[in-house]
């Protein structure tokens, strides 16, 4: 639960602010502990339209950790425990579902991500993942390549893919 309530006060700054407004002015201690149950239960569950990362059928993976998932999408990983190798697929930077992705499920910041990537590319060490242009793309790209990894928003039908579970405690 402390995690939960550190994610919260560290990824929504308007919550966190008033969260603190809210405590400090002398409410007793009960309704602070009220205030602060509901919020980490309003925060915990999954909310409609969050992103889901997904993969193509042949990868064996059912859930995969945040950790995994950040080795990834920084490039770090390139192969499956079947030893399939990694393709991975993202949306542009800019994207709203991109950055909800990279905040909530790899925990890092997009400009963090970029820098990153430019570092692999402008220094020829590594690749960088591929761009799509849309959710639709990207789901058409997870179908066909295998080995594939991405993520959409849960406002799409997911026919033909995997959704791996993610977070602290899989893989």
């Known amino acids: ?44 569950f999954p909310v409609k339209g969050a ?7 042949s990868v064996p993976n059912s859930s995969v950790s945040t950790h995994t998932l950040s ?6 990983l390139k192969s499956w425990n079947s030893g399939e190798t990694i393709k ?3 949306l542009p930077s800019k994207h709203k579902i991109h950055r909800e992705f990279s905040r909530k499920q790899l925990r890092m910041p997009t400009h963090q991500l970029d820098r990153l990537w430019n570092r692999l590319t402008f220094t020829g060490t590594g690749r960088t993942p591929v761009v799509v242009k849309s959710e639709s793309e990207m789901l058409e790209k997870i179908r066909s390549t295998p080995g594939a990894i991405g993520y959409v ?16 405690n899989h893989e």
């Not at 992103?51 to 059928?57: A, D, G, K, R, S």
């Open 1 to 44: 639960m402390g995690s939960v309530i550190n994610n919260i006060l560290h990824y929504h700054k308007p919550v966190r602010n008033r969260l603190v407004q809210f405590l400090m002015k002398g409410i007793t201690l009960f309704k602070r502990i009220l205030f602060l149950t509901v919020v980490t239960l309003f925060f915990s």
């Open 51 to 57: 992103t889901h990362v997904i993969v193509n059928m």
């Open 71 to 76: 080795r990834i999408y920084a490039m770090q």
């Open 88 to 90: 991975v697929f993202m």
């Open 153 to 168: 928003s849960g406002n799409l039908p997911l026919k033909g893919v995997k959704v791996l579970e993610s977070g602290q």
